[in-house]
């Protein structure tokens, strides 16, 4: 089993930033694929960015290209999702998600792991 445990949300204005963090106690989180998703109010999770297992290729949705960076610092045992240029519609529950798969992984039903979820607010 893993435990994934988010921190890092918070209430930031228009065009501010913040860097969510997901970390894992007894896992190696460099051997797993990892993802950032996030949930608004009323709306089905969606997928934000992802990193391969064993790897630091990344990919994005097109609605934060450019403005997000998802990262893994395997020394800290950590992923990060750092987010630049924050808009209103980026307000959302974010959660970290696991899974020992190897192709990109875009859809919520392909990660076998999740944390419990940061809250982003973005005030417009």
């Known amino acids: 089993q893993v435990q994934l445990v988010e921190s890092g949300g918070g209430l930031v204005q228009t065009g501010g930033s913040l860097t969510l963090s997901c970390t894992a106690a007894?896992?190696?989180?460099?051997?797993?694929?990892m993802a950032w998703f996030r949930q608004a109010p009323e709306q089905e999770g969606e997928f934000v960015a992802g990193?391969?297992?064993?790897?630091?290729?990344?990919y994005y949705s097109d609605s934060v290209k450019g403005r997000f960076t998802i990262s893994r610092d395997n020394a800290k045992n950590t992923v990060f999702l750092q987010m630049n240029n924050l808009k209103p519609e980026d307000t959302a529950v974010y959660y970290c998600a696991a899974d020992l798969g190897w192709d990109d992984q875009y859809e919520v039903h392909e990660y076998s792991y999740w944390g419990q979820g940061t809250q982003v607010t973005v005030s417009s």
């Open positions: 007894g896992r190696v989180l460099g051997s797993y694929a």
């Open positions: 990193i391969r297992r064993h790897s630091t290729y990344t």
